[in-house]
């Protein structure tokens, strides 16, 4: 199974700076998903990271405030841009697809002071 | 929305007993997977089962799936302090590439 190493692990923030969140992976995947868990809720999926073209996102997501970049197949960042305290959550990447166990990262926990 | 609902919300049960947590869905899918989480971390991966199949274990774990009901229910056998976790139900659904994750259940192990 995939070994995921997602950095930071945690960070505190100012209102309206940006935290890129690192995600790599010991073997090359095709699918890496970035999820968003607001305090005691669920897993929200954000985006779906693509090799080789612009993430796809799902609904109430935009590129301009959750920008995804990955460059291969191993790596993929998350930034969460013009932070407010509303941003406030646990971000997680994971790999695999939908017909087989997901991976997950240990997860950032960001706090927006 | 969310696709998975699980039920109870919370659930505290001393060591040893069994721990049932139940999913509902809404949308037609090809598996379902159950997942761990401990103290905010990631998650752990479980048991999948698919939509052709009523029932799997994997050592005290057993989950059933009832496509007819859009439901599915984990049982955790002879708890112990370290199951303590959240425990969330996923569903693939039509459109998406990722999974939708359900709520949660909190399950708390008395010792």
């Known amino acids: 199974s995939a070994v995921i190493s997602q950095k930071p692990s945690r960070d505190i923030c100012q209102r309206g700076t940006s935290l890129t969140i690192q995600c790599q992976v010991d073997?090359?995947?095709?699918?890496m998903f970035w999820y968003r868990q607001q305090p005691g809720q669920s897993l929200t999926l954000i985006a779906t990271a693509n090799q080789g073209s612009e993430a796809t996102y799902e609904s109430g997501f935009v590129i301009d405030k959750f920008p995804i970049s990955r460059p291969n197949l191993t790596f993929s960042t998350l930034t969460v841009s013009n932070l407010s305290p509303e941003d406030s959550s646990i971000y997680l990447c994971?790999?695999?697809?939908?017909?087989?166990?997901?991976?997950f990262g240990n997860g950032t926990r960001l706090t927006v002071t | 929305s969310q696709q998975g609902e699980e039920d109870p919300q919370a659930l505290s049960i001393q060591e040893g007993e069994n721990a049932t947590m139940n999913c509902s869905y809404k949308t037609s899918i090809n598996n379902l997977q159950w997942y761990r989480q401990n103290s905010g971390r990631g998650l752990v991966h479980l048991i999948l089962i698919r939509s052709n199949e009523r029932e799997k274990h994997s050592g005290r774990l057993r989950v059933t799936l009832d496509t007819s009901k859009k439901s599915s229910s984990l049982l955790i056998t002879a708890s112990r302090a370290a199951d303590t976790a959240s425990y969330f139900c996923?569903?693939?659904?039509?459109?998406?590439?990722?999974?939708?994750f359900g709520k949660g259940t909190h399950l708390i192990i008395q010792p």
């Open positions: 073997s090359q995947v095709t699918m």
């Open positions: 996923a569903t693939d659904s039509s459109g998406a590439d990722g999974l939708t």
């Open positions: 994971s790999v695999g697809t939908v017909n087989s166990p997901l991976h």
